[in-house]
């Protein structure tokens, strides 16, 4: 099957710093991937999609400048959080379009395994 | 109104016994659904996804579907205490995106 890696894992920080995490699609061409945000007992968020070579489009509430968002390639995509505070500390997840919408479900997502930012 | 609402839970049931995991979405052009387990700590994996009126199934896993009353459903047969976990219902919205329900906790007890 498909897999969708991120990168890292986990991270901590401190506040006023910046995170970069990375999202690879493995074994196929996405062009387009989602950015979703879990806080504890609650469900993902979709923050923003984004799509290969152009500007991500955000969600309503989601501050564009805050959370950076590069998609350079039909693999990879990345998420900055700049100058996070403790209430960014939250699980971050991607997910990737099949581009060429291989299997039943012509253009499934698959989630990447997450990651965990925490704040200090 | 949200879109894509669950019952939180927690749902309880005896191992063996069947799961019933309810949910409703507000957009009618809405056409994918999909169900997504999560374990704590862990990305949501997909179990099942419907399209089409009416049930579909996978091993223990039944989707059902009903357009009209905007309604999916999941039923989990002879329940396992590792099936215990949170259940994410998402629907693939008429705007392309897939919105997520706040999930349903689901405990098999043994």
């Known amino acids: 099957g498909a897999v969708v890696s991120q990168h890292p894992s986990r991270v901590i920080c401190k506040s006023g710093t910046s995170v970069k995490i990375e999202c690879r699609s493995l074994?196929?061409?996405?062009?387009?991937m989602f950015w979703y945000r879990q806080f504890p007992k609650q469900s993902l968020m979709l923050m923003a999609t984004s799509n290969e070579g152009s500007k991500a489009t955000y969600e309503q509430g989601v501050e564009k400048d805050k959370f950076l968002i590069n998609h350079a390639s039909l693999t990879l995509s990345t998420l900055t959080v700049t100058s996070a505070h403790p209430e960014d500390s939250s699980f971050y997840i991607c997910?990737?379009?099949?581009?060429?919408?291989?299997?039943?479900?012509?253009?499934?997502?698959?989630f990447g395994p997450g990651t965990r930012l925490t704040v200090l | 109104q949200k879109e894509v609402e669950q019952n939180s839970g927690p749902l309880s049931v005896p191992e063996g016994a069947i799961a019933s995991l309810n949910c409703t979405y507000s957009?009618?052009?809405?056409?994918?659904f999909f169900w997504y387990r999560q374990y704590s700590g862990k990305s949501p994996e997909l179990i099942m996804f419907i399209y089409s009126n009416g049930d579909k199934e996978d091993g223990r896993f039944t989707a059902q579907l009903n357009k009209a009353s905007q309604y999916v459903s999941l039923l989990i047969r002879d329940s396992q205490p590792s099936d215990s976990a949170t259940y994410l219902c998402?629907?693939?919205?008429?705007?392309?995106?897939?919105?997520f329900g706040p999930g349903t906790s689901l405990s098999v007890i043994p």
């Open positions: 074994d196929f061409q996405a062009t387009t």
């Open positions: 957009d009618r052009g809405s056409q994918s």
């Open positions: 997910s990737a379009r099949d581009s060429y919408g291989n299997g039943e479900l012509g253009n499934e997502q698959f």
């Open positions: 998402a629907a693939k919205t008429s705007y392309d995106k897939v919105i």
